[in-house]
């Protein structure tokens, strides 16, 4: 391969190395936009609906009754589990806005609430 060759291979690489990053950069601003999006969103919502209905009394918290302790179904934990089942049953494709909207719920619980870790709780109810 002579120098000329040689110049223009690196030439035609170097276009390569420049054009893969222009395009994988608007792809991936796509996706965390939408992503963050639905975070923000998820998050809102989220937050309104514990306002409006959980602070009122007019939802209850979920509780699981087992003799001596009660597992309280936080939603950080329910909203893993439907990220979870969502993926299992379409294991190539989670629209990114879902995803996020998701993640949001789960960060409302954890990030506004004090006791988002106390899961498994003595059942002060229960006299056994």
């Known amino acids: 391969m002579s120098n000329s060759e040689y110049d ?29 999006a639905g ?3 998820g998050y809102v ?5 514990c306002i409006v209905f959980l602070k009122t009394g007019k939802v209850d918290s ?10 309280h179904l936080h939603h950080w934990i329910m909203g893993i589990a439907v990220l979870g089942i969502i993926w299992a049953l379409d294991f190539f494709y989670l629209p990114t806005f879902l995803a996020g909207f998701i993640c949001g719920i789960i960060l409302q619980d954890i990030y506004d609430y ?13 006299t056994k």
Not at 11 to 29: E, G
């Open 62 to 71: 979920i509780f699981l009754d087992y003799g001596k302790w009660k597992v």
């Open 114 to 126: 004090n006791d988002w870790h106390q899961v498994i709780i003595k059942n002060e109810d229960n």
């Open 8 to 36: 223009a291979s690196l030439h035609k690489r170097s276009k390569v190395k420049m054009l893969l990053p222009a395009l994988v950069l608007p792809i991936a601003l796509h996706y965390s936009i939408r992503f963050t």
């Open 45 to 49: 919502l989220c937050k309104i609906f």
């Open 39 to 41: 975070i923000i969103v």
